[in-house]
């Protein structure tokens, strides 16, 4: 069974880069792909990103090309890196994996929150 | 592609039947998934490709599409089931979720 886990600093500075990594158990990466999704404190949903095990991305647009991804097949991980960030950033981030068609996210991590603060 | 879920929130009791909507602002065909989340968790996914129930999900959960128009419904209401709900689109990125339905104990 694919297991999920986000790790990465809690407490992040204004203006600062957010560092995420997502570690993978249970499945390769080579089968999905994998997003980050975030949920501000007492919000929704929304989603940041994919990747592939070929390094290929895809972003929401509303992120103003402040995200970077990418992918590491020998350990089984993928990261995400948000720059220049705000308290808006602050969310449970959370990793997960999407399923080839008819295209479902089925296995998330437990989520971590991030505090953008000074 | 906007995802518009009503309503908010829903008070109901043990046993009723619920039913929360979701429409999309254009055609996603029937790229549409539906996640229960509970606080402090990951959301769990239900319904996949608009009324395919995910295995190990209770059989009360139903999904049914017709155009742009997406319902779950909940056919008879266990405590277990007083959660957060959010339809997804996946046919378009950027993939975009409700702004979920608050399911209450009345």
């Known amino acids: 069974q694919v297991q999920l886990q986000e790790s990465g600093p809690g407490l992040v500075k204004p203006s600062e880069t957010l560092s995420l990594t997502c570690t993978v158990s249970?499945?390769?990466?080579?089968?999905?792909?994998w997003s980050w999704i975030r949920q501000p404190p007492g919000k929704g949903l929304e989603w940041i990103g994919k990747?592939?095990?070929?390094?290929?991305?895809e972003f929401n647009p509303s992120l103003k090309s402040r995200a970077i991804m990418s992918v590491d097949t020998s350990t089984n991980q993928f990261s995400l890196k948000l720059s220049s960030v705000t308290a808006a950033d602050t969310a449970m981030y959370y990793c997960?994996?999407?399923?080839?068609?008819?295209?479902?996210?089925?296995?998330w991590g437990q989520g971590i929150l991030v505090t953008v603060s000074s | 592609i906007q995802m518009t879920q009503s309503p908010s929130s829903l008070s109901a009791s043990v046993g009723d039947r619920v039913t929360i909507s979701c429409r999309a602002s254009?055609?996603?065909?029937?790229?549409l998934n539906w996640y229960q989340q509970k606080p402090g968790k990951a959301p769990k996914l239900l319904i996949y490709?608009?009324?395919h129930l995910q295995g190990g999900v209770p059989s009360r959960f139903s999904g049914f599409e017709s155009g742009t128009d997406f319902t779950l419904t909940i056919s008879s209401l266990q405590t277990e089931d007083f959660a957060t709900y959010y339809c997804?689109?996946?046919?378009?990125?950027?993939?975009?979720f409700g702004q979920g339905t608050r399911l209450e104990i009345k």
């Open positions: 249970g499945d390769s990466l080579i089968t999905s792909s």
């Open positions: 254009q055609s996603i065909r029937s790229y």
């Open positions: 990747i592939y095990y070929s390094g290929t991305t």
């Open positions: 997804q689109q996946s046919y378009r990125t950027p993939i975009t």
């Open positions: 997960a994996r999407k399923t080839r068609e008819p295209y479902y996210f089925d296995s």
């Open positions: 490709a608009a009324s």
